[in-house]
């Protein structure tokens, strides 16, 4: 038998992970640290938030989740959501960084439990121009 190859190392070398608290975003970041524990792929968790009241609460789950597991950066970024949205937020990022992958949950936080997939994670999905892989 052959030495384990880890060729998918190379496809998620840096990973951002999008969390809002919803177990779709947690259970994306638990599969990103994952990634981080076997590959040693770098993860960034990023919380896109209009008046930002939860973040310490986000902070702190996250935190308790990843359990000094891996190393990981957290951006908390504020927005003007009559301006933009968490989708353009995202991709921003995305712009500005070079990532590999996106890890996200399929729906976040909306109220409709019936809806498969959410607006961002569609959006980002059909506009990201990195691979993105849902969680559900």
């Not at 990973?15 to 809002?20: C, G, R, S, T």
């Not at 702190?60 to 597991?69: D, L, Q, Y």
């Not at 921003?92 to 936080?109: C, F, H, Q, S, V």
Request: glycine residues 6%; neutral net charge.
């Amino acid at each position: 038998m052959s030495e384990p190859s880890y060729f998918v190392s190379f496809w998620l070398r840096k990973i951002l992970v999008p969390v809002d608290g919803s177990e779709n975003s947690l259970r994306a970041l638990d599969l990103a640290v994952d990634f981080g524990m076997r590959y040693g792929s770098r993860v960034t968790i990023v919380h896109v938030c209009g008046d930002c009241n939860n973040a310490e609460d986000i902070k702190s789950i996250i935190e308790k989740r990843i359990n000094n597991r891996i190393e990981y950066n957290m951006k908390i970024l504020k927005v003007n959501m009559k301006e933009s949205s968490i989708a353009n937020e995202i991709l921003k990022i995305l712009n500005e960084e070079p990532y590999d992958a996106i890890i996200m949950g399929a729906r976040g936080t909306s109220v409709n439990s019936e809806i498969n997939i959410g607006s961002t994670a569609l959006a980002l999905s059909i506009n990201a121009p990195v691979t993105v892989i849902l969680v559900r």
